[in-house]
């Protein structure tokens, strides 16, 4: 089985920063692209911003110039910096990889729990 934990939600102050982890670990041969998604209430998940197992990244259009994705491949660990945040930034943000548990195996999808990031004064 493969886990992902999130960390680093919480409440922050409109144009505060907040920074989110998630660590992946299991059963894991290798992880193609890792990625931040997001629901807020009443709406559908929407991506937030991916990075390949190479470093290329993709972001909504929504935060780019606001969001960075970063990788730590050795730690299987992607970040999410969180920049200059608007109220409409809040939602439960999810992590999600892409993983392959074995040699020539099928790839599959996993999430994180979800973290909670409000932007408020």
Same mark, same amino acid.
């Given at each position: 089985?493969?886990?992902? @934990?999130?960390?680093?939600?919480? $409440? @922050? ?12 670990? *299991?059963?894991?041969?290798? =992880?193609?692209?890792? *990625?931040? #998604?997001?629901?807020?209430?009443? /709406?559908?998940?929407?991506?937030? !911003? %991916?990075?390949?197992? *190479? ?8 935060? /780019?110039?606001?969001?960075? =994705?970063?990788?730590?491949?050795? /730690? ?8 200059? $945040?608007?109220?409409?930034? %809040?939602? @439960? #943000?999810?992590?999600? !990889?892409?993983?392959? /548990? ?7 999808? #996993?999430? *994180?729990?979800?973290?909670?990031? %409000?932007?408020?004064?």
């Amino acid at each position: 089985q493969v886990q992902l @934990v999130e960390s680093g939600g919480g $409440l @922050v102050q409109p144009g505060g920063s907040l920074r989110l982890s998630c660590a992946a670990s *299991g059963s894991i041969f290798r =992880i193609y692209s890792m *990625g931040w #998604y997001r629901q807020a209430p009443g /709406k559908q998940r929407e991506l937030v !911003a %991916t990075v390949t197992s *190479g470093g290329s990244t993709n972001y909504a259009d929504s935060v /780019k110039g606001r969001f960075t =994705i970063s990788r730590d491949n050795a /730690k299987n660990t992607v970040y999410l910096q969180m920049n200059s $945040l608007k109220p409409e930034d %809040t939602a @439960v #943000y999810y992590c999600n !990889a892409r993983v392959q /548990k074995v040699v020539a195996g099928p790839i599959y999808d #996993y999430w *994180g729990q979800g973290t909670q990031v %409000t932007v408020s004064s």
